[in-house]
């Protein structure tokens, strides 16, 4: 299995400029959430999906941001104005049930690098 | 709402002596309880869980954790560090929400470094 895939591994912009990750989840995982990773704030869980939807968007810091899911293999995380505050590593992850329960086990990408000047 | 601590930013450890990474806990109800280790420019990587049952669980690489109810703690240990396990470890708990599902919530994660 390949494991969650994040493009791009790194990106640098300028700030003012549309931002767009993607991922793609382990396939048959039905789970996808996305997080944040800076030294100041840590691991911010930003939203997640269930089948395909979203279930909570409550750690998206704002309008700027948007989640998509538009099918089990794929979701786009966008920043449209990107800002210098939003310097990060961003993470995918995936999860599934297992005998008809969540096992409580995330894999998750190797990350998206946002540099924004 | 479900929430862990990591009380040590960093823990230094020579090789071959024992290691322990410490969270404590806050939830309502039972515990889901993990921990994630993460390599330089590496996404996390589960390392173990405890749901229930024995109260010592055994994870990858060595590691296992000690579930104390009494004390709202799940500590990390090793029995003998080796500088391969130099990392950034996070703890995490399960949060419950209708429809369940696998929302956890990260501690702010505890540097480990293995020294010759």
């Known amino acids: 299995d390949a494991g969650v895939i994040q493009s791009p591994r790194h990106e640098v912009t300028e700030m003012g400029q549309e931002v767009t990750l993607r991922c793609k989840p382990i396939s048959g995982h039905n789970s996808l959430f996305w997080y944040r990773q800076t030294m100041m704030r840590g691991l911010e869980l930003l939203i997640y999906?269930?089948?395909?939807?979203?279930?909570?968007d409550s750690g998206m810091p704002e309008d700027r941001f948007s989640a998509k899911m538009p099918n089990a293999s794929f979701s786009t995380l966008k920043i449209q104005p990107s800002e210098p505050r939003d310097s990060a590593v961003y993470f995918c992850a995936s999860s599934s049930l297992v005998g008809g329960l969540y096992t409580g086990e995330l894999f998750f990408g190797e990350g998206s690098r946002l540099t924004v000047l | 709402a479900q929430s862990v601590a990591q009380p040590e930013d960093q823990v230094n450890v020579a090789e071959g002596n024992p290691l322990t990474v410490k969270c404590t806990y806050s939830v309502s109800g039972n515990p889901y309880l993990f921990w994630y280790v993460q390599y330089p420019n590496r996404g996390l990587q589960f390392l173990l869980k405890?749901?229930?049952?024995?109260?010592l669980v055994k994870g990858s690489y060595g590691f296992e954790a000690e579930f104390n109810k009494s004390q709202t703690s799940f500590h990390l240990k090793k029995p003998s560090a080796l500088v391969s396990d130099s990392a950034l470890y996070f703890c995490a708990v399960r949060d419950f929400f209708t429809g369940g599902g696998n929302k956890l919530t990260f501690g702010t994660g505890t540097q480990l470094k293995v020294e010759l």
């Open positions: 405890y749901i229930t049952g024995d109260n």
């Open positions: 999906f269930n089948n395909n939807v979203p279930i909570d």
